[in-house]
């Protein structure tokens, strides 16, 4: 009992630092590629670390409409991405045991929601605009990866991460169409789960000017920063755990290195993306998204059905 | 002969009106008209003879005949001729009937005239401040000869403020700019938004005067003016110093030589090259696109870096003097030319191959920021903006000047009136100067580079000259002086009319493509700043302070 308790807190605090260890180093790998792609010869990988430290020795200035909501917010953003570190296998198996599919579901609205926080608590015109498209986001973004999750739980016959984890959204015993669906689904959303072109529309630099952190600087500005770089890494492992999670439990540095690799692989593939497309609409991204949100339905209906 | 067709019209209809008629070439027409016929002549010209209005101009002629002076000028793009229609005034309050009701685009023409000279266009149907900055007291205009240059104005009200009009019902003032990231320059934009949708704007621009147009005409003379037209645009300044050189020569009947004429061509072209580049690689940053962004900053550099080579400046070539050119291109400096073109062809294949099938970027861009016809008709729209709402027009063929009527190639049109248009356009008319410049390399002649002019020029000559700019036709309108300097001297940049048309092009649209069509224009501001003393004394003074700025910005519109 205890013994068990005390390996989940060690995993979940294994995972926690080398999410934040790792996350500026993705963000340097993208910055890197997208300066290739560009033919620029681009910032050193390490940068996104020194963006990081400098931004949290600066002055703490508070501008906006309720500045604590403010801290609350920006605290509150990189919180929630760390927890769902605690609730998905980063190689070394899932550290909190105790989760199921509705917790993780709620943490990863939180990211979403925060950002919404983050905008009216700072209450300028700018962002209260990328306030409105955040939500309009979140609406139809969000019912997708639920509904992946659900496949899965559905096909396993269980709300516990871990049966949900173990592939089984292809199926138990017979292959699942409707995962595949999914993954299709969730593949072509990817982008906007991580806020990069061409569904970065609720920041927009050259639209709306950030949106929702226009007014955030600082160590503040930091914490957002850090969250949406950790952001990039936690869905992925999601993503990881839940379409693609073979080799997990291999032994340990081998489980763990796959994992990450495929963590990299689709920070490389979000990168490409990134770097070929322009900014969507927010009409359009909406009308995008809301043609998958019924096509997953119908996915999920599969599932019920057995197939 | 359309000019003579055009002249019996003209006298058939208006007789007596028409007190004095110059025909200095098939190409020029100056119609003085009294007063009382000026605002039919002009909307006779506009509605049924189809010219497009190219500017309204305001002058002090008191020294000299005791008036003002106001000219409207406009385009025969088809039959190359420019009609300038003048007339004087006098009187204290001098006054002149306002043609902006049925010729929009002579709307801020008219306001400006009333700002700087002080002639008032009656009947004007938003004569609000257009120029001057909104403590500058009533009844002081700067562009009056009796006002020296360095006139800091005793009253100037450092407390007023722009008053904007009324907020329609149901909607949010959207402030944009005068800073926002997709902005290089000072203007600002109050849009009226409902959720995402801009039901309305109003522009307040002006906001970095540099007194251009006024040290032209009391400090620097002839020669030294090149200098200065050039630095009102950072991007295509090398526009401004042609059409002005080119304006005075006509003014003065010289012809520049031929070798400088070929320069002249080679060195806009050059520039166009540069402009264009930047431009698509600018539009794409606006959509979000910076790989392609990148890429056409990196095809660009080349073209920067032959004109360093070429003129010793990356993008202030420092060309004209009335007359000719001021140096010379020489064998290596052709050479390298034309490697750097070769290579700049290749990659911008590639490159318009690659975005013309990108579906992406025309969902973005297709329906967005519509100019119809009618729009380019009515407000006097120009360049890109134009062809690419199927209106043919081009300086560079149909008012030929410098080498352009030696040289073979295609105006470039598309029918479609968006942004996806204009981006067609742009990018298939870098061929088109590639073209140019190799015709031009091939047939440029020897000889001198400049004429020699020994005469002092004429004084109170009228001149006219229009440079096809990248974002349209330059148009430059003189009246030469006495002490080697021009008595007046009246820059209309392409972008004084184009952004006229914006308000028109981003109703109804979300806010997302407001910033694309802004871009598609290609905003110049520094282009329509150029006049106006500027106050430095008093504006430094105006220091906000954080809390000040802070509640500037947050203050809540009723």
């Known amino acids: 009992m205890w013994y068990d308790l005390l390996t989940s807190v060690f995993r979940g605090l294994v995972n926690t630092v080398l999410l934040l260890a790792l996350a500026p180093l993705c963000e340097g790998i993208v910055r890197k590629l997208t300066a290739r792609i560009q033919s620029r010869q681009g910032p050193p990988i390490r940068q996104a670390y020194y963006d990081i430290l400098k931004l949290l020795g600066k002055e703490d200035i508070e501008v906006g409409e309720s500045p604590v909501f403010q801290r609350l917010a920006a605290a509150l953003g990189l919180a929630s991405v760390l927890c769902i570190a605690w609730l998905i296998p980063m190689g070394v198996g899932i550290p909190f045991s105790g989760g199921d599919v509705i917790l993780l579901v709620y943490l990863l609205a939180l990211g979403a929601v925060v950002g919404v926080l983050a905008g009216i608590a700072s209450g300028t015109t700018y962002s209260m605009l990328g306030v409105s498209r955040e939500v309009m986001m979140l609406i139809t973004l969000e019912p997708l990866l639920i509904i992946a999750l659900l496949v899965a739980a559905v096909n396993g016959g269980s709300m516990r991460l871990e049966p949900v984890f173990s592939g089984v959204v292809f199926g138990d015993v017979t292959f699942s169409y409707a995962g595949l669906i999914m993954l299709l689904m969730v593949l072509a959303a990817f982008q906007a789960y991580v806020k990069r072109v061409p569904f970065d529309i609720a920041e927009a630099e050259t639209e709306i000017m950030e949106g929702a952190l226009m007014e955030y600087s600082g160590p503040k500005l930091a914490l957002f920063k850090y969250a949406q770089m950790c952001r990039l890494v936690v869905y992925s492992g999601v993503f990881v755990a839940l379409f693609v999670p073979w080799g997990n439990e291999l032994m340990f540095p081998l489980g763990w290195l796959l994992f990450w690799l495929k963590v990299a692989v689709l920070v490389v593939l979000v990168t490409v993306l990134a770097a070929s497309h322009a900014r969507y609409r927010i009409d359009q991204a909406v009308r995008y998204f809301l043609v998958m949100v019924a096509v997953s339905f119908g996915a999920l209906v599969l599932a019920a059905l057995g197939y | ?558």
């Open chain 2, 1 to 558: 002969m359309f000019i003579l067709h055009l002249l019996n019209r003209l006298q058939e209809r208006f007789g007596d009106g028409i007190s004095r008629v110059d025909m200095t070439s098939d190409e020029r027409l100056y119609l003085y008209v009294k007063p009382a016929v000026l605002r039919n002549v002009c909307v006779f010209l506009f509605d049924t003879m189809s010219a497009r209005y190219a500017v309204g101009i305001g002058a002090d002629d008191t020294p000299y005949s005791g008036k003002y002076q106001v000219a409207h000028n406009f385009a025969f793009d088809g039959k190359n001729l420019f009609c300038s229609v003048i007339t004087y005034v006098d009187g204290t309050a001098p006054e002149v009937d306002s043609i902006s009701d049925r010729i929009p685009a002579a709307n801020w023409s008219e306001r400006e005239f009333y700002d700087l000279v002080g002639v008032r266009a009656a009947g004007h149907p938003f004569p609000k401040r257009l120029i001057l900055p909104d403590g500058w007291p009533d009844g002081e205009h700067p562009l009056r000869k009796d006002v020296p240059w360095n006139h800091v104005p005793e009253n100037f009200h450092s407390g007023r403020e722009y008053e904007f009009e009324r907020l329609p019902e149901g909607c949010v003032a959207v402030p944009f700019g005068p800073f926002h990231p997709t902005l290089d320059e000072p203007a600002h934009f109050r849009l009226y938004v409902e959720g995402e949708r801009i039901a309305g704007c109003e522009y307040r621009g002006f906001m970095a005067h540099r007194g251009i147009e006024k040290l032209a005409e009391s400090v620097l003379t002839y020669n030294e003016i090149p200098m200065m037209a050039e630095r009102i645009c950072g991007i295509c300044g090398c526009v401004h110093n042609v059409a002005y050189a080119q304006a005075v020569e006509e003014a003065a009947a010289l012809s520049p030589t031929k070798r400088a004429e070929y320069i002249r061509t080679i060195m806009l072209e050059v520039e166009r090259l540069h402009s264009h580049l930047l431009w698509v690689g600018l539009a794409c940053h606006i959509a979000g696109f910076d790989t392609l962004f990148m890429q056409s900053f990196r095809i660009r550099e080349p073209v920067m870096r032959i004109a360093e080579k070429i003129t010793g400046n990356r993008k202030t070539y420092a060309l004209c003097v009335i007359g000719g050119v001021r140096w010379n291109l020489d064998e290596d400096a052709c050479t390298g030319l034309r490697r750097v073109i070769d290579n700049l062809e290749d990659e911008w294949r590639g490159v318009v191959a690659a975005v013309s099938k990108d579906k992406n970027i025309q969902r973005r861009t297709r329906d967005v920021g519509v100019a119809s016809p009618g729009l380019v008709k009515r407000m006097g729209l120009l360049g890109p903006v134009a062809r690419a709402s199927g209106i043919c027009i081009d300086a560079r063929r149909d008012h030929p000047y410098a080498a352009y009527d030696e040289v073979e190639f295609d105006v470039i049109v598309r029918e479609s009136c968006d942004v996806w248009a204009r981006i067609l356009v742009r990018a298939l008319e870098v061929f088109e100067s590639i073209r140019i410049i190799r015709q031009c390399l091939s047939k440029m002649p020897d000889g001198p580079i400049a004429a020699e002019i020994t005469d002092e020029l004429p004084s109170a000559r009228t001149g006219i000259s229009s440079v096809e700019a990248p974002r349209g036709e330059a148009h430059h309108f003189v009246i030469t002086g006495e002490d080697n300097k021009p008595r007046r001297w009246r820059v209309r940049a392409p972008t004084y009319q184009n952004l006229q048309g914006i308000p028109y092009m981003i109703k109804d649209q979300t806010l997302s493509d407001m910033t694309l069509t802004l871009g598609s224009i290609d905003p110049c501001f520094s282009c329509t700043d150029r006049v106006e003393t500027i106050d430095i004394r008093s504006c430094s003074h105006r220091v906000y302070s954080g809390r000040e700025l802070e509640s500037l910005v947050r203050r809540k519109d009723k």
